[in-house]
């Protein structure tokens, strides 16, 4: 089995939508935007992404995602709450039909024996839905942003 590149998964991401008349946003942490920019060098992704959040800091998650303070303060911003929040969060504040979020520990420092580097939460929100789930990525913080990138964009194989 030969792997899919960022594009082709990106692509794949956007048949998908466009199956659906469905548009895409994204919240992202430890990407960077780096989600927004796999879809954004699509040509004709503007037909169903209609762009995203950048919030590394918790009080952009609160301010631009409604992500809750209680949930910052007794979950942290890496956690199932949290991705949650900010995938309800894009969803609710852009208009789109689905939006996907993610938040983690990318390394080299920063992560605890609770989350530790490579940990990474991914929220996916779409009509009255929300999953999250969680991986644990192996590298360096390049490496774990591109995992993290690569598994964002297979995401929507999760909704049914």
Not at 23 to 50: N, Q
Not at 70 to 92: C, I, K, N, P, Y
Not at 101 to 107: C, I, L
Not at 115 to 142: M, Y
Request: overall charge neutral; aromatic content about 10%; charged content about 15%.
């Amino acid at each position: 089995m030969v792997s899919q590149t960022r594009h082709d998964l990106a692509v794949d991401l956007g048949r998908w939508l466009q199956q659906r008349n469905w548009k895409i946003a994204t919240a992202e942490s430890c990407t960077g935007g780096g989600i927004g920019y796999a879809i954004s060098s699509i040509p004709g992704s503007s037909a169903w992404f209609s762009g995203g959040f950048i919030t590394y800091s918790n009080t952009l998650k609160h301010h631009l995602l409604d992500v809750p303070n209680f949930v910052l303060a007794q979950h942290g911003a890496v956690s199932a709450e949290t991705a949650e929040a900010m995938a309800r969060g894009a969803l609710a504040n852009s208009g789109v039909d689905v939006a996907i979020a993610v938040t983690g520990v990318a390394g080299p420092e920063g992560g605890t024996v609770e989350k530790p580097v490579g940990l990474v939460w991914f929220g996916l929100a779409w009509e009255n839905h929300c999953i999250t789930w969680h991986q644990l990525f192996d590298g360096s913080r390049a490496q774990v942003r591109k995992a993290t990138i690569y598994e964002a964009l297979r995401s929507f194989e999760k909704i049914t």
